[in-house]
């Protein structure tokens, strides 16, 4: 498995919750990264997004000001931390490494995915 996610579970809204992703092949530090969610009945949607070196960010407005993404390339790990948590936020979350040096949108664009992990906010 190139990608390993971990860190989901069920928090209680207005809750925190971490999720790191490992690049256990260690290929994906000059690639941008993404974290994606996908709800029952819905797409698949870039949470956040990070370029190579950590200087560019995305955030779906739904997100903004609560959560934060960050990467490590010299622990070849990507995180993201979840703040205020609210029940539209119960999804299965996803790490991925595109295949350029920045993030997108376009899920076709990533090469590599993480397993998922399930986050379910309780209210």
């Known amino acids: 498995v190139q990608l390993q996610a971990s860190g989901g579970g069920l928090v209680q809204v207005g809750g925190s919750m971490r999720l790191s992703c490992r690049d256990s092949r260690r290929t994906s530090s000059n690639n941008g990264m993404g974290w994606f969610r996908q709800a029952p009945g819905n797409d698949r949607e870039l949470v956040a997004g990070?370029?190579?070196?950590?200087?560019?960010?995305y955030y779906t407005d739904s997100v903004k000001g609560r959560f934060t993404i960050s990467r490590n390339n010299a622990q070849n790990t990507l995180t993201l931390q979840m703040n205020n948590l609210r029940p539209e936020d119960t999804a299965v979350y996803y790490c991925?490494?595109?295949?350029?040096?920045?993030?997108?949108?376009?899920?076709?664009?990533?090469?590599?995915w993480g397993q998922g992990t399930l986050v379910t906010v309780s209210s």
């Open positions: 991925a490494a595109a295949r350029s040096s920045t993030w997108t949108t376009d899920t076709s664009a990533y090469r590599y």
């Open positions: 990070i370029d190579w070196k950590g200087s560019s960010t």
